[in-house]
């Protein structure tokens, strides 16, 4: 096995099978010869012996003209050119090399545009300024290709670097999503304006209807991914609030607020951001010591997150990014930090909608009941919350405190302003495409087929709403038949020969 200072041949890396023997490249390189304290990225570079450019799950594989020069730099500037921009690495990297190493670097040959590409992310992610004069020629260079991430379109020169920052975030708060097949085809496939194509030629009761029945059912779904059941009251309450996302701006007020609106009994819950360490997961039975499946952020870093996450979502509404993307982004950021002791899941899945609706991809007066969607895909959920959270399991020093809760001992903060959030906007993108193509239409659909049995019920028999409320959900809890129980009680005044009426009629309006 050839084994040369960076760049290892492999089949198998961190146990991850490659598709062939090669030369791992990039960050996938870098991170194992400097030992980073990052997780594996979701795509490794690797060069094939063979003449030949593909992907597939987990890896690129490049022909043996791509293999970089085995030196930092060669290995740098490779992942900057086709892996993308790896914040999370940049900033592990950065702690482990210090200022020397990388001033070093970058006299070297400080001209070229990758090269000032991590000149700029040192004094961007490490907040301090190399001595090194500032570069007075060469054309601005943007800081992502967007060929291979989304980017903020406007951006900000550093005529310093002479490097166009667009980056879609802030310093203390900067997911990153790289371009996918699927993300592209539903950016293109403008799920938006399918929305305002369905509802099109409705009438405007239905859409009242429906908006109000899409609101409860969001509700109610939301607790029952947390495994709570709702009382009808406190799904109402907290179904009006997603109702009045997007009209308030956020800040940590408004989030403190909902989690008010949320949590219905506070008496053994300290309300407000948490002054303790904080995890999801199980106690084990018999020594009630802490089993977590994620920690969260350190409370001690929530006030910095939280602004960073407040500022970037202000910025991304600016720049007008891809509202599902940037629902993406700030919604399972704020999951991941976990600022609350309870209540996170509910906001989390609340600031998607803000989203929506504030960057108004969602139509006037129409909710996406994207909890409803989720609970539909509740193990797809799981695993898309367990792909940024499993792997820092490792990364994260903690210990068992005396009330059987976590205290983190190390630095995390970076962990939860710079991850890749590619999965989670596919997931997401999954959930509106869900939403708008089946939930939507059968609501709307439902309603009129629901108006139209009342209206012969109404003509027929003069029955009042409340009846026919009745009768229809036994009619749907029984099969389209009405039980003999709701034959002798409910409907005792009905004749046998009205009966089959009924349910004829029932099938023909349901079930056709």
Not at 321 to 328: D, G, M, R
Not at 424 to 437: G, H, K, P, R, S
Request: net charge neutral; proline share 5%; hydrophobic share 40%.
């Amino acid at each position: 096995m050839e084994n040369t200072r960076f760049s290892q041949e492999i089949l198998v890396f961190h146990g991850r099978t490659a598709p062939e023997t090669g030369f791992i490249a990039g960050y996938g390189a870098l991170i194992q010869y400097y030992e980073l304290s990052v997780p594996i990225p979701e795509k490794l570079a690797l060069i094939s012996k063979k003449n030949r450019n593909y992907n597939q799950p987990g890896w690129i594989v490049f022909g043996p003209k791509y293999r970089p020069a085995d030196t930092l730099t060669g290995q740098l500037v490779f992942a900057l050119k086709y892996e993308g921009v790896n914040l999370l690495f940049f900033k592990k990297l950065f702690d482990k090399l210090g200022q020397a190493k990388i001033v070093q670097l970058i006299k070297a040959e400080y001209t070229g545009q990758y090269i000032r590409k991590i000149w700029f992310l040192y004094e961007w992610l490490m907040q301090e300024q190399l001595p090194i004069a500032d570069l007075t020629f060469k054309n601005f260079v943007p800081l992502l290709d967007d060929e291979l991430q989304y980017a903020n379109s406007t951006g900000i020169n550093s005529s310093r670097h002479r490097i166009r920052n667009n980056l879609p975030g802030t310093v203390n708060f900067c997911p990153l999503i790289n371009r996918s097949p699927k993300l592209e085809n539903y950016i293109q496939e403008n799920l938006s304006e399918k929305t305002t194509v369905i509802i099109q030629g409705v009438h405007k009761d239905i859409l009242l209807r429906t908006s109000a029945f899409l609101l409860l059912k969001d509700s109610k779904a939301s607790f029952n991914i947390e495994g709570e059941t709702p009382s009808h009251t406190r799904a109402s309450r907290w179904g009006n609030a997603i109702g009045q996302a997007g009209n308030k701006p956020l800040s940590v007020a408004e989030l403190i607020r909902l989690q008010q609106i949320v949590i219905e009994n506070s008496r053994f819950i300290t309300l407000g951001l948490r002054t303790k360490g904080g995890f999801v997961g199980e106690h084990d039975r018999q020594t009630g010591e802490p089993i977590p499946e994620h920690i969260s952020a350190r409370w001690q870093d929530l006030e910095i997150l939280l602004n960073g996450l407040i500022e970037t979502s202000s910025l991304l509404e600016k720049i007008q990014f891809n509202p599902v993307l940037a629902a993406s982004n700030i919604a399972f950021g704020f999951v991941f930090m976990h600022p609350f002791v309870d209540g996170n899941g509910r906001i989390h899945r609340y600031l998607i909608h803000h989203l929506l609706a504030i960057m108004k991809y969602t139509p006037q007066g129409i909710i996406f009941p994207v909890s409803a969607a989720i609970l539909e895909k509740i193990d797809d959920y799981r695993k898309v919350l367990e792909t940024y959270s499993h792997p820092l399991l490792e990364f994260i020093e903690w210990e068992k405190t005396p009330d059987n809760n976590v205290d983190v001992l190390n630095e995390t903060i970076d962990y939860y302003r710079y991850f890749d959030a590619t999965s989670q906007a596919e997931f997401l993108f999954d959930c509106v495409d869900y939403t708008i193509n089946r939930i939507i239409p059968q609501e709307v659909e439902y309603l009129q087929k629901y108006d139209a049995m009342k209206a012969w019920l109404d003509d027929r028999f003069e029955m009042p709403d409340k009846m026919v409320a009745m009768l229809i959900r036994f009619l749907e809890q029984n099969n389209g038949t009405l039980s003999k129980r709701a034959i002798e009680k409910e409907f005792d005044s009905l004749t046998p020969k009205e009966i089959h009426e009924i349910e004829k009629q029932y099938k023909f309006y349901f079930e056709k």
